[in-house]
């Protein structure tokens, strides 16, 4: 991941902070998932954002994996509405079907770049839930507030 891919991540990120400050959680993942903010610990909005900046894609994507990491994290929310934002092409590079860890979310909304959107939409398809794709950067938090509703 780099480029405009990298900044929808850092913009979808941002606004996530934005829209929940007090309880949300950002996953990044290639194998393993990785916690950049956990649900119940605080960090400044400005250092996950650079965090985010820092990620670089490389090797094997364990979605499901990172979906699972999501409804632990998700397990510790005190909402009442307890969404799981996935910004992906939902392509799995490793043996592993993502279609369960995803239908064991609570609400998943699922953003895919504009031209990589087959796995996304298939993903949706399977799960029966609301995706959109994604132009560029700058369409991210309206992306992120239309899927929201």
Same mark, same amino acid.
């Given at each position: ?5 990298? &900044? ?5 990120? &941002? ?7 007090? !309880?949300?959680?950002?996953? %990044? ?36 994996? /990172? ?6 994290? $998700? ?27 995803? $239908? &064991? ?12 959107? !087959?796995? %996304? ?10 995706? /959109?794709?994604?132009?560029?950067? %700058? !369409? ?10």
């Amino acid at each position: 991941m780099g480029g405009a891919r990298l &900044a929808a991540a850092a913009l979808t990120a &941002a606004a996530c902070v934005w829209r929940a400050p007090g !309880e949300h959680a950002v996953i %990044a993942f290639a194998r393993e998932p990785r916690i950049l903010r956990a649900l119940d610990t605080p960090r400044p909005p400005d250092t996950l954002v650079d965090d985010v900046l820092d990620l670089r894609g490389h090797g094997v994507t364990g979605l499901a994996s /990172a979906l699972r990491e999501a409804a632990r994290q $998700l397990d510790r929310s005190r909402a009442v509405r307890k969404v799981t934002v996935l910004l992906s092409d939902c392509r799995a590079t490793d043996d592993e079907d993502p279609g369960p860890a995803a $239908l &064991a979310l609570p609400e998943l909304l699922i953003i895919a770049p504009s031209e990589d959107t !087959e796995e %996304a939409e298939s993903l949706a398809r399977v799960c029966g839930t609301r995706w /959109a794709a994604l132009s560029g950067p %700058a !369409e991210a938090p309206s992306v992120l507030t239309a899927l929201l509703g």
